[in-house]
């Protein structure tokens, strides 16, 4: 996890967020042509990278449309996993809003919520081992 400015984009820090031994890397449009990127050139990974909205709206009614727009539902749902965690910190802990305190206050107090939430997660599976 990387804090940066509001105006610094996601791709910019995208290679420090790798760590080199991903097999396959999901994003969505907004990570249209990150294989083009230097940090990623020589990279082993699958990138699979969602479609925008309006190209996938004008997918052909053919079934290489259809086999299209299958392979777009399951980045989706395989995507959709990251959001867990956002929603527990938003309805469980209360985080909606975001008070600019320093970047440095900021990242310490979402990664402490993040670590809460993945132990919110395992609730379940606690029960488990005892």
């Known amino acids: 996890m990387v804090c940066t400015a509001a105006n610094v984009h996601e791709l910019n820090t995208a290679a420090e967020r790798a ?5 396959v890397i999901y994003g969505d449009s907004g990570h249209i042509g990150i294989e083009k ?28 449309g259809k086999l299209h727009e299958l392979v777009e ?34 990242d310490l107090k979402r990664k402490m919520l993040f ?3 993945n132990l919110w997660m395992t609730r379940k599976y606690r029960s488990c081992l005892t």
Not at 19 to 23: A, N
Request: hydrophobic share 35%; charged share 35%; proline share 4%.
């Open 19 to 23: 760590h080199g031994g991903e097999r």
């Open 37 to 64: 990127r230097d940090a990623f050139k020589d990279c082993g990974a699958e990138m699979r990278i969602a479609m925008k909205p309006g190209q996938r709206r004008v997918l052909a009614d053919t079934p290489e």
């Open 73 to 106: 539902c399951a980045k989706a749902h395989f995507r959709a996993k990251v959001e867990h965690p956002f929603r527990i910190i938003k309805c469980q802990y209360g985080f909606r809003k975001v008070y600019y305190r320093g970047i440095k206050k900021n």
């Open 115 to 117: 670590a809460l939430a």
